[in-house]
Protein backbone atom coordinates (compact mmCIF):
# COMPACT_ATOMS: atom_id res chain seq x y z
CA UNK A 1 0.00 0.00 0.00
CA UNK A 2 2.82 2.58 0.84
CA UNK A 3 4.77 1.54 -2.50
CA UNK A 4 1.82 2.56 -4.77
CA UNK A 5 1.27 6.20 -2.72
CA UNK A 6 4.53 6.29 -3.56
CA UNK A 7 4.36 5.66 -6.98
CA UNK A 8 1.59 7.88 -7.72
CA UNK A 9 3.26 10.69 -5.54
CA UNK A 10 6.00 10.45 -8.06
CA UNK A 11 4.14 9.94 -10.84
CA UNK A 12 2.25 13.70 -10.03
CA UNK A 13 5.09 15.28 -9.43
CA UNK A 14 7.07 13.98 -12.97
CA UNK A 15 3.62 14.92 -14.89
CA UNK A 16 3.94 18.66 -13.36
CA UNK A 17 7.61 18.77 -14.06
CA UNK A 18 6.59 17.82 -17.71
CA UNK A 19 4.00 20.57 -18.01
CA UNK A 20 6.03 23.03 -17.03
CA UNK A 21 9.14 22.06 -19.15
CA UNK A 22 6.98 22.13 -22.08
CA UNK A 23 5.06 25.30 -21.26
CA UNK A 24 8.18 27.37 -20.72
CA UNK A 25 9.49 26.06 -24.13
CA UNK A 26 6.40 26.46 -26.17
CA UNK A 27 5.90 29.99 -24.78
CA UNK A 28 9.87 30.98 -25.85
CA UNK A 29 9.21 29.64 -29.25
CA UNK A 30 5.79 31.87 -29.83
CA UNK A 31 7.67 35.08 -28.93
CA UNK A 32 9.93 36.10 -31.92
CA UNK A 33 13.03 38.16 -32.22
CA UNK A 34 12.34 40.61 -35.36
CA UNK A 35 15.31 41.84 -37.38
CA UNK A 36 16.09 45.30 -36.65
CA UNK A 37 15.87 46.26 -40.23
CA UNK A 38 11.94 45.39 -39.73
CA UNK A 39 11.95 48.73 -37.33
CA UNK A 40 14.42 50.83 -39.57
CA UNK A 41 12.40 54.00 -40.71
CA UNK A 42 10.62 57.02 -39.81
CA UNK A 43 8.02 56.73 -36.19
CA UNK A 44 5.90 59.47 -34.51
CA UNK A 45 6.07 59.27 -31.06
CA UNK A 46 2.91 61.26 -29.09
CA UNK A 47 2.66 62.14 -25.72
CA UNK A 48 -0.43 61.85 -24.01
CA UNK A 49 -2.48 61.67 -20.48
CA UNK A 50 -3.63 58.34 -19.88
CA UNK A 51 -7.56 59.41 -20.68
CA UNK A 52 -6.66 61.14 -23.70
CA UNK A 53 -7.60 60.07 -27.11
CA UNK A 54 -4.34 59.67 -28.99
CA UNK A 55 -5.44 60.00 -32.47
CA UNK A 56 -7.04 63.62 -31.13
CA UNK A 57 -3.75 64.41 -29.72
CA UNK A 58 -2.04 64.02 -33.08
CA UNK A 59 -4.55 66.06 -34.95
CA UNK A 60 -3.67 69.16 -32.62
CA UNK A 61 -0.93 71.04 -33.72
CA UNK A 62 0.91 71.47 -30.89
CA UNK A 63 4.57 70.42 -31.11
CA UNK A 64 5.56 69.64 -27.74
CA UNK A 65 3.00 66.40 -27.63
CA UNK A 66 4.13 65.29 -30.87
CA UNK A 67 7.48 64.22 -32.69
CA UNK A 68 8.73 62.78 -35.57
CA UNK A 69 11.42 59.83 -34.62
CA UNK A 70 13.97 58.05 -36.79
CA UNK A 71 14.66 54.22 -35.99
CA UNK A 72 18.15 53.28 -37.99
CA UNK A 73 18.82 50.05 -39.48
CA UNK A 74 22.29 50.17 -37.39
CA UNK A 75 20.00 50.42 -34.11
CA UNK A 76 20.70 54.27 -33.70
CA UNK A 77 18.19 56.75 -33.44
CA UNK A 78 18.16 60.00 -36.18
CA UNK A 79 15.75 62.39 -35.93
CA UNK A 80 13.82 63.49 -33.08
CA UNK A 81 15.99 61.82 -30.75
CA UNK A 82 16.29 65.48 -28.69
CA UNK A 83 12.19 65.51 -28.67
CA UNK A 84 11.88 61.97 -27.04
CA UNK A 85 14.81 62.80 -24.77
CA UNK A 86 12.85 65.78 -23.36
CA UNK A 87 10.08 63.14 -22.52
CA UNK A 88 12.85 60.62 -21.65
CA UNK A 89 14.97 62.92 -19.22
CA UNK A 90 17.61 61.14 -20.91
CA UNK A 91 18.87 61.39 -24.17
CA UNK A 92 18.13 58.40 -26.28
CA UNK A 93 21.20 56.97 -28.16
CA UNK A 94 20.14 53.72 -29.51
CA UNK A 95 17.36 51.24 -29.44
CA UNK A 96 17.13 47.34 -29.92
CA UNK A 97 14.03 44.95 -30.58
CA UNK A 98 13.02 42.56 -28.17
CA UNK A 99 10.59 39.50 -28.53
CA UNK A 100 7.40 41.36 -27.70
CA UNK A 101 8.45 45.39 -27.42
CA UNK A 102 10.91 47.73 -28.52
CA UNK A 103 13.89 48.98 -26.26
CA UNK A 104 15.03 52.39 -26.19
CA UNK A 105 19.04 52.69 -25.29
CA UNK A 106 21.32 55.65 -23.53
CA UNK A 107 24.35 56.33 -24.40
CA UNK A 108 26.28 53.51 -22.08
CA UNK A 109 24.14 50.89 -24.55
CA UNK A 110 21.43 50.02 -21.01
CA UNK A 111 17.96 50.27 -21.77
CA UNK A 112 16.24 53.54 -20.40
CA UNK A 113 12.62 52.68 -21.32
CA UNK A 114 10.52 50.07 -23.09
CA UNK A 115 7.86 50.11 -25.18
CA UNK A 116 5.66 47.13 -25.30
CA UNK A 117 4.25 45.94 -28.74
CA UNK A 118 0.39 46.74 -28.73
CA UNK A 119 0.28 45.51 -32.70
CA UNK A 120 2.26 45.90 -35.84
CA UNK A 121 3.79 49.29 -36.14
CA UNK A 122 2.49 50.17 -32.56
CA UNK A 123 4.20 50.46 -29.35
CA UNK A 124 3.49 52.00 -26.06
CA UNK A 125 5.29 52.87 -22.94
CA UNK A 126 4.06 54.70 -19.49
CA UNK A 127 6.77 56.79 -17.75
CA UNK A 128 6.86 57.83 -13.92
CA UNK A 129 4.68 60.64 -14.31
CA UNK A 130 1.85 58.73 -15.67
CA UNK A 131 1.83 60.14 -19.10
CA UNK A 132 1.70 57.42 -22.11
CA UNK A 133 4.25 57.56 -25.04
CA UNK A 134 3.16 56.20 -28.10
CA UNK A 135 5.18 54.83 -30.72
CA UNK A 136 3.54 54.82 -34.31
CA UNK A 137 5.41 53.78 -37.48
CA UNK A 138 4.45 56.35 -40.01
CA UNK A 139 3.32 55.61 -43.53
CA UNK A 140 5.96 54.02 -45.69
Same mark, same amino acid.
Given at each position: ?????? @???? =? !????? &???M??????? %??S?????????A????A??S????????????????????V?????? @???? =? !????? &?W????????? %????????????????????????????????????????????
Amino acid at each position: MIGKAF @TYKA =G !AWLTA &AFIMVSGETSM %ASSLRLEEPAVFAGQWQATLSAAGDDRQAQTQQDKPSNTCGVELRANQ @TLGE =G !ADCLG &AWLEQLPIGWF %ADPDGLSITGNEGSRIQFFSRQRDGLYLSTLKSGLIITLERTAR
